[in-house]
């Protein structure tokens, strides 16, 4: 399984360098430190899918002694392991460049991160080699334009709603979101097994 | 003697084409060679044996064991090689080895140098800069590093020059001289087989026609040639297809003692190659 994470950096060992200057370049251009985080964490993982698309790929992956869970289980707990690595990298360059940032950027970020995990890994397996990418970009696009107006929507229409997050204390709040990041991660992650088994080659 | 992959009753149905109930044991210590013209269903039969692909109906098992409960186990056993190139064209043959080995428990590290120099196979350059025979002996190298008991091989021999196609049959013939190891692979390039195949497996429209031993295989099939008034609707049963021409017919027989029977010494008997077998089957004309 730790071969299988591993993997990724064998792969991507050259783009790795274009990986310090984006991440660079964020920062100087002043974008919003939980932004950064995102961008960060995305990097890898989403790169290694562009390799997976490929149908070579899980031919070779699928003739290895693995068994097809291994393989999604390495994607989702992958995802974790170079989201964390970045937001340490990330860290380390905010602060040699003496932008300020907290912990809830980070959380923002890394919950973020997992949530865009958790909703486009399963369409990776759904939709054909070569549409994917097409598919995630346009969906991010969809979602950041439809996300506003829902939000406004709700807080103009429904204020039971509002009313109800807004007297939830901070802690609690925070515990929520952790809460349904994760279910949602982990149904995600069960999606992707069921239709990554029936998968043919 | 052991079956080392058993297909049983095996089917798989796809828009326009299936694979129909089909029964094909491999024996252990011997080389199988899996012929079919293009399309016939090789490439899908050795998917299902590698769980690329689940049959819809009937039972796959390999070493005895079943891939819902034995998968790691069995492709720990099975070394394979594929004709298109499945490795990460953008990385150089050291770090698909870095992928690759720590996948097997057995892996050999030695052995893998060992193929690596025997194939004059350079480490650091990129996979996609090989030519398609080099690809085929890195595929190969990495295939054999790991001790494998059984090698899966999807047309190793297309596309190659007729020079490394000998030196890879030479090859897997020095494999098998340790006699516990067992080769399947498919071609249509059948004169690979009558080198080193112990057993022939045919395949012709997603069903096995037959799985013989390259003795029985001669010994039962013959062409026969003779003169057009000899056939007749009884004696023509005894041919898989009949070729007419004005100067007299031409047939494919599987079952040499029954011709004897029927036309003694007026017809011709020859060795029936393996293509003449897959050319007459080809003619459809089926007699069971």
């Known amino acids: ?201 | 003697m052991e079956n080392v992959v058993e297909l049983i009753n095996v089917s798989k149905k796809f828009k326009g084409f299936s694979i129909k109930n089909i029964d094909l044991h491999v024996k252990q210590g011997f080389v199988t060679g899996f012929i079919g013209a293009n399309g016939a269903g090789k490439s899908t039969t050795i998917k299902m044996m590698m769980n690329l692909l689940r049959p819809d109906a009937g039972e796959v098992k390999l070493f005895g064991l079943d891939y819902q409960t034995n998968e790691k186990d069995i492709k720990e056993r099975i070394g394979f090689v594929y004709d298109s190139n499945v490795f990460f064209e953008g990385l150089n043959l050291k770090d698909i080895k870095r992928i690759v080995a720590p996948a097997y428990r057995r892996w050999d590290d030695t052995l893998f140098h060992q193929y690596v120099e025997k194939f004059e196979l350079p480490l650091n350059k990129s996979i996609k800069t090989f030519s398609k025979g080099m690809q085929m002996k890195a595929s190969l190298a990495i295939a054999l590093s790991h001790h494998a008991e059984l090698i899966i091989m999807d047309e190793p021999t297309a596309g190659l020059d007729p020079i490394f196609r000998r030196e890879l049959l030479g090859l897997l013939q020095e494999l098998m001289l340790d006699g516990t190891r067992t080769i399947f692979f498919s071609t249509h390039i059948t004169t690979d087989l009558d080198r080193i195949a112990d057993y022939i497996a045919f395949i012709q429209r997603g069903e096995l026609v037959f799985s013989k031993s390259i003795h029985d295989v001669t010994e039962d099939y013959a062409l026969v040639k003779g003169r057009i008034d000899l056939l007749d609707r009884d004696t023509e049963k005894a041919f898989v297809h009949v070729h007419r021409a004005p100067t007299g017919f031409e047939a494919l027989t599987d079952n040499t003692t029954e011709v004897k029977e029927i036309f003694g010494d007026t017809v011709v008997m020859e060795r029936a190659s393996l293509e003449d077998i897959m050319y007459y089957f080809k003619g459809g004309i089926h007699h069971v």
């Open chain 1, 1 to 201: 399984m730790f071969n299988l994470i591993r993997r990724d950096i064998i792969i991507q060992k050259n783009q790795l360098f274009i990986f310090i200057p984006f991440i660079l370049f964020f920062i100087i251009m002043g974008a919003q430190p939980a932004f950064t985080f995102l961008v960060a964490s995305i990097f890898i993982p989403f790169n290694a899918f562009g390799y997976d698309e490929k149908a070579e790929t899980n031919i070779l992956l699928n003739s290895l002694p693995y068994k097809r869970t291994e393989i999604i289980a390495s994607r989702y707990l992958g995802a974790i392991v170079y989201m964390l690595l970045s937001i340490g990298l990330t860290s380390v360059a905010l602060f040699a460049f003496n932008k300020t940032f907290t912990m809830t950027d980070v959380v923002i970020g890394s919950g973020l991160f997992l949530l865009f995990v958790a909703l486009t890994f399963p369409l990776f397996h759904i939709f054909k080699p070569g549409y994917i990418t097409t598919v995630v970009l346009i969906s991010f696009i969809l979602l950041s334009w439809i996300a506003g107006p829902v939000v406004s929507f709700i807080s103009n229409h429904l204020t039971g709603i509002t009313e109800f997050f807004a007297s939830l204390s901070t802690p609690s709040l925070y515990m929520g979101a952790t809460l349904i990041v994760i279910i949602i991660y982990a149904l995600s992650w069960g999606i992707s097994t069921v239709i990554y088994e029936r998968k043919v080659f």
